[in-house]
């Protein structure tokens, strides 16, 4: 007999008889197993062999299939699960199938098929030459880019047929007359395997590097959480390579996360330019045969070292002496749907159980790690220099009140602007709005555009001549006249990345602007093309969203202005204020990382506010302290600790019924210590014709609320509205909404 978990939305594990044939087969947990589950056949998965069952004998169905003949996920794989599982209150059977790759999900056949890839061959390529050598063939042209700019986004070496037609048609001649000009190269394999022999020498690190490196050090042989607080450009990259390097000398594997793709390539790159060792990369970029090859690669230790974004943490590495988790603050770590677990948290609690150390690392630490720190759970290590010795910008808050704007831009700004350009600056914008204008409004009756679907407004694209919804995607043609009064005296309100493209492209029409956001870089290759532009100087004013705040290194930005702080400053999201300061040093440290000094422009209509007060004057760590001391004050992560059960329908009143009939199990039980507010609707009542209300949860101790979610959350599958809603319980939720 086995206790299996089943990838299906109930708390309980199923118990599942042997079948005589297989009686004899050794069993271990976290094997496949294919079973019959209603009237569905289901891959679930092996949790203990157990003697026997509490249900009587004729309602044990039989194992149809042992798909593995050893545990794939390993125990410590599946004991770091069922640990989140727990944690997150969530589905153990379906918990398990998050973590696994999807690859296992659909196929019987664990064995990693090989594939074909194709790739450019670094030997042959000059790029003049190549694209004078292809000037008549543009198709040849087109592939070679393609496989050019996808080594560079992703850190990947080589596309496959299933990646290439996703992208393009009818690649194959092309690829075919690629190969006998000998400017690409074709294998077949699992994965790729990144390696070549090290070639830049190691940093001679400075003081305060090295001392991080020592002290870290002293704790290799067990379990210690290392919090590298470093300004940006301090070196906080070498630090880890240090460490990597004498780990992965000793034989040890090391698992890097990040936050992005879009990460990658840089990070991948120095790595392996610096450790003589075997690389995989695991991202969302890569198809489900990909990333479980790379995952196989880890597991049997053909790989080393392994960087990849949040599921990676899920990945088996026998040999594992460190976790690196870099820009540990970045919200993405945190999975929103489904299984909502943190991988940066998940990572500790992995290190712990592994009893190795784990670097977080960041510029802009997480509130939670500060605290951690200041309760001394965590060692905390300061970079306060550059390591190039760079000075850091310098910070001015650009008073909107009273000023003329054009488009939301004040004259200071515009002629800060054209002095940059002037001495052959680089500058960058920053708004947090894709689109042309958050909305159109008519000037005869006020009529707004609204979407039919979501409480809030459709955003005006221009060059698409759509409005569109950034809540649930809605898409319609931007009429030119008004669906009330048919006037069409119709206004763009506010502005977003588009207009502000447009405005300055006409103030400055010697400049190339270019827009980098996730409208102008939908196309694969076109985020590398327009990144390039931006290193080469070629564009002299980036306009983009929150996708250029991270990790892209521009050396000849100047001025880096941000236009849109208020909102921020007065949102009902209680960590809006911790994004915004994160936001403004990040963005910040993009600003004369090279030869030139650089110069930051805040735009606000509350320059006195004490967040940008103590930004400026104080710096980050002085901002975070007070935002700590705030949080306490309120109740908020991370001195107290949340949870929120969200519930969604179509029809409200079956949401608001579901969450009474939550509240009412409650009722009689004694909480000291437990906080339980609402039902209440969310801050965005209807979303995607979805009406949504929620419960929050709140204490100081999180074993009570743990005890209490462990006892509540199981029996809400059982409610008689559950049938009718969309519910889901989020713990240490990232946003309230
Ligand atoms: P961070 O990760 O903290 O932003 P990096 O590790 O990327 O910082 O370092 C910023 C820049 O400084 C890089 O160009 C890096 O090569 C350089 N750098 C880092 N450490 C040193 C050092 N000890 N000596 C000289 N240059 C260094
Ligand atoms: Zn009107
Ligand atoms: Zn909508």
Redesign the pocket.
């Known amino acids: 007999m086995v206790k299996v978990a089943v990838p299906c939305p109930l708390y309980n594990t199923f118990d599942y008889k042997l079948p005589a044939s297989l009686n004899h087969r050794v069993i271990e947990a976290g094997m496949r197993v294919r079973i019959s589950f209603g009237r569905q056949k289901l891959i679930g998965i092996i949790l203990e062999e157990i003697p026997g069952s509490t249900l009587p004998a004729n309602k044990i169905k039989e194992v149809i299939a042992i798909l593995d003949n050893r545990s794939l996920p390993g125990s410590e794989i599946l004991a770091l699960t069922q640990w989140a599982a727990k944690y997150y209150v969530h589905p153990p059977g379906d918990a398990l199938q998050t973590a696994l790759p999807v690859y296992l999900r659909n196929n019987d056949d664990a064995t990693p098929p090989l594939n074909r890839y194709w790739y450019i061959n670094n030997a042959a390529s000059n790029e003049q030459t190549i694209a004078a050598q292809l000037k008549r063939a543009p198709k040849q042209l087109q592939i070679y880019q393609l496989l050019k700019n996808n080594d560079a986004e992703t850190g990947f070496t080589g596309l496959d047929a299933e990646q290439l037609n996703s992208i393009t048609e009818n690649w194959r001649p092309a690829i075919k007359a690629l190969l006998e000009k000998g400017l690409i190269k074709q294998d077949v394999r699992a994965t790729v395997l990144l390696s070549q022999p090290a070639q830049s020498p190691q940093?001679?690190?400075?003081q305060e590097?090295q001392e991080a490196v020592n002290a870290i050090r002293q704790h290799h042989d067990g379990h210690a959480v290392h919090l590298i607080n470093?300004?940006?450009?301090?070196?906080?990259?070498?630090?880890?390579?240090a460490l990597c390097e004498q780990l992965i000398a000793a034989g040890k594997q090391v698992l890097v996360l990040v936050p992005e793709i879009g990460l990658t390539p840089q990070l991948t790159r120095?790595f392996l330019q610096r450790l003589n060792t075997t690389i995989v990369v695991q991202h969302s970029a890569m198809n489900d045969r990909q990333r479980y090859a790379a995952w196989q690669a880890a597991a049997s230790g053909q790989a080393q070292l392994l960087i990849g974004t949040r599921s990676s943490i899920f990945t088996p590495m026998p040999e594992l002496g460190l976790i690196i988790i870099?820009e540990e603050h970045d919200g993405s770590y945190k999975q929103q749907d489904g299984f909502r677990y943190n991988a940066r948290d998940l990572a500790i609690v992995r290190a712990k159980n592994k009893n190795i150390p784990i670097l977080l690392?960041s510029?802009t630490a997480s509130l939670e790690s500060l605290n951690n720190t200041n309760e001394q759970r965590y060692i905390q290590h300061q970079?306060k220099k550059?390591?190039?010795?760079k000075p850091l910008p310098t910070i001015r808050l650009v008073n909107l009140c009273n000023q003329k704007l054009h488009e939301g831009m004040a004259e200071t700004l515009l002629d800060t602007i054209k002095l940059h350009l002037s001495q052959q600056g680089q500058v960058l914008l920053f708004i947090n709005r894709r689109g042309f204008a958050p909305l159109l409004m008519c000037h005869d009756c006020g009529w707004t555009t609204n979407c039919q679907r979501c409480d809030a407004h459709m955003t005006y694209h221009k060059r698409r001549q759509q409005l569109i919804c950034h809540h649930c995607g809605a898409q319609r043609p931007a009429a030119d006249s008004c669906d009330d009064c048919g006037s069409t005296n119709i206004l763009a309100i506010g502005s977003g990345t588009e207009r502000i493209e447009q405005y300055l492209q006409n103030l400055f029409p010697q400049t190339q602007v270019s827009r980098i956001d996730r409208d102008s870089t939908r196309k694969k290759g076109s985020l590398q093309e327009k990144l390039e532009q931006a290193h080469s100087g070629e564009s002299g004013i980036l306009v983009g969203t929150q996708m250029l705040a991270k990790g892209h290194?521009f050396p000849n930005i100047t001025l880096v202005c941000i236009l849109d702080t208020d909102q921020a400053l007065f949102s009902a999201d209680f960590r809006a204020a911790e994004h915004l300061a994160q936001l403004i040093t990040q963005v910040s440290?993009r600003a004369g990382?090279a030869e030139k000094a650089g110069e930051v422009l805040i735009q606000t209509h509350h320059p006195e506010h004490p967040l940008l007060q103590d930004l400026l004057h104080k710096g980050y760590p002085a901002f975070a302290r007070n935002a700590l001391e705030e949080r306490r004050a309120a109740g908020l992560p991370p001195c107290f600790h949340l949870a929120l059960l969200r519930c969604e329908s179509i029809d409200a009143s079956a949401a608001s019924r579901f969450l009474n009939q939550a509240m009412a199990l409650t009722e009689n039980i004694e909480q000291p210590q437990l906080d339980i507010f609402g039902p209440l609707p969310a801050p965005m009542e209807r979303r995607a014709g979805r009406y949504r209300y929620q419960i929050m949860l709140q204490s100081k101790q999180r074993k009570i609320l743990h005890a209490f979610m462990n006892w509540w959350i199981p029996q809400l599958p059982q409610l008689s509205a559950a049938r009718k809603v969309r519910w889901s319980i989020d713990v240490d939720p990232y946003d309230t909404f």
Do not use: C, F, W
């Open positions: 940093q001679v690190l400075n590097q470093g300004i940006t450009g301090s070196g906080k990259t070498e630090v880890y390579l120095r870099d690392g510029a970079l550059r390591a190039n010795k290194d440290g990382r």
